[in-house]
Each structure stands twice: as C-alpha cells, then as structure tokens.
C-alpha cells in the first residue's frame, strides 16, 4: 500500500504562475485534508473535505482552490502564486472527520519566486 | 490560530536518557494526538489519546492527559539516534478538525 501519495515532491514557480498539487490516497478513506507548513508556525489547515462531494475552508483558504475529484484524489489549486505561499504543503487523509489519526503524504515543496 | 502549543521549543538529550515534552490546549477537546515528523518527511501518528483517558502507553512512549490543566505531556524513554524528530500536539475541538502545534525539535546525541 502506498498510503497517501503527492506530485509533485518540489517545484519552483514565478509570482502570478498556476499550479496544481495531487493527492490522491489508497486507503478507502473518506476525509482528506491539505495543510501548509511554515517554519515556526506548525501545520495550518488549507482546506479539507469530510467525504466525496464535499469541500470545506480551513483556517487560511486565501489564494487556494480544492477538488475532491473522487474518493481517492484530492487537488490544491494555487490559481495566481505568490510569494507568500512558499511553504511546504501536506496532504493527509482520515477514515472520516474528526475520528482517528491522520495519515499524511510526504509533502510538496514548493518556492514563489 | 493554533489550539495547541509545545514546549519546549527544542530540546537535545543524550542516547538512553529521557525525553519529555508538553502541550498545552486552550478549548475543551474530544481527543488528543501525537505526531513525529522526520527530517524532510511527513508525519507519522504516534498516540491518540481520549478526553476519558489520563494515561495511554504504546512501546517506548508514555502520554498523559490533564484535561482540568488543559494540557498533555508525551515521555520518550530510553531515547535512541532514531527518536531525533519533531514532535507535534493535535487536538480536535468542536469542529473536529485537528489543529497542530509548532512542534518541539529533538536531537537525540549518540
């Protein structure tokens, strides 16, 4: 079993470029979640999704976008990056919401320049 | 805003010694977790412990919870190279979504 599994593991872009960060996990679970996380300040919550269908902000949402394609993958879309959202981004999922452990990918590193 | 803060910030032992860090919660929780994060990887749960529960064991990691102190303590015994690590507190509340700690940084010297 790969677990949770994220692309790309790092990636550069210019002030204003697009991108999109995969997620996608093997388990059958049913809520995923995306956080960033910066020196400091611990992991912070993006956006989450409680089950298929479903997608919900988190603490800091702004500059972000989600899809929760189907059960198993969930994306992150920085639609105008900036250099504020360098950071180290992790995608983890739960057998549901709020109950049980986290089962995080091993992160996307990613530089705004 | 984070729920959860650990403290210390770092700390470095020596191999076989102990280690003890804290986490301390400002609202009511369902249940508290910790995770391990490697250098460079992603976290790994460690211990889940309830809001019922004061004391949970697993291995080498002994985890107390003070719900009336609104704070949690996770004890390494017998630390070895491999426990250098972040550790992190997460707690869920209300809306049961967890909430992380800045983590304490441990460096465990051979």
């Known amino acids: 079993n790969a677990g949770v599994t994220q692309t790309p593991k790092f990636q550069v872009l210019k002030t204003g470029q697009s991108m999109t960060l995969q997620c996608a996990q093997d388990?059958?679970?049913?809520?995923m979640y995306w956080y960033r996380q910066d020196p400091g300040m611990g992991l912070r919550l993006i956006y989450y999704s409680a089950s298929e269908g479903t997608t919900d902000k988190g603490e800091v949402p702004n500059g972000y976008n989600v899809s929760r394609l189907n059960k198993r993958e969930f994306s992150l879309r920085l639609e105008s990056a900036a250099p504020s959202q360098t950071s180290v981004y992790f995608c983890a999922s739960s057998e549901f919401l709020g109950l049980g452990e986290l089962f995080f990918g091993e992160g996307s590193r990613l530089t705004v320049l | 805003s984070q729920q959860g803060e650990e403290d210390p910030q770092a700390l470095s032992i020596q191999e076989g010694e102990n280690a003890t860090m804290n986490c301390s919660y400002k609202t009511s929780i369902n249940n508290l977790q910790w995770y391990r994060q490697n250098s460079g990887r992603g976290l790994v749960h460690l211990i889940l412990i309830r809001s019922n529960e004061r004391e949970k064991h697993s291995g080498r990691l002994r985890v107390t919870l003070d719900t009336s102190k609104k704070s949690s303590s996770l004890l390494i015994t017998a630390s070895r190279a491999a426990d250098t690590a972040s550790y992190f507190c997460a707690t869920d509340f209300n809306d049961y979504k967890l909430s992380f700690g800045a983590g304490t940084t441990v460096t465990v010297r051979a």
């Open positions: 388990m059958n679970h049913n809520s």
